[in-house]
């Protein structure tokens, strides 16, 4: 059974950080790229960051360049979402997918690219 399962959300003050883990079951996990959405409210779903199947590529949506970190332990399949620097605006609800890809550097950045997601997790950074 395919599985991801989110963790590490929660309520934190803007300039905080959290750090998000999606354990992954059901599938060989070093052969999917990674990725990290979310979706706040009356937005579409973004992709805040996407890894590929090695971990050695990384993307990064512009709102987060430079504040958030994806890794990946493929010896623990899982995924992390280090997020430093926080702010209002990144309160949402924030989802893990897993994308096949035969390529291993190439970090998905649409939603249509993946096939599965987790059920979610709440960031809410207050002001």
């Known amino acids: 059974q395919v599985q991801l399962v989110e963790s590490g959300g929660g309520l934190v003050q803007a300039g905080g950080s959290l750090r998000l883990s999606c354990a992954a079951s059901g599938r060989t996990f070093s052969n999917y790229a990674m990725g990290w959405f979310r979706q706040a409210p009356g937005k579409e779903r973004e992709c805040a960051a996407s890894?590929?199947?090695?971990?050695?590529?990384?993307y990064y949506a512009d709102s987060v360049n430079g504040r958030f970190t994806i890794s990946r332990d493929n010896a623990k399949n899982t995924v992390y979402l280090q997020m430093n620097g926080l702010k209002p605006e990144d309160t949402a609800v924030y989802y893990c997918?897993?994308?096949?890809?035969?390529?291993?550097?190439?970090?998905?950045?649409?939603?249509?690219?993946?096939?599965?997601w987790g059920q979610g997790t709440q960031v809410t950074v207050s002001s």
């Open positions: 890894i590929g199947r090695s971990g050695d590529t990384t």
């Open positions: 997918a897993r994308a096949p890809a035969n390529n291993l550097y190439y970090t998905p950045r649409l939603s249509g690219e993946y096939d599965d």
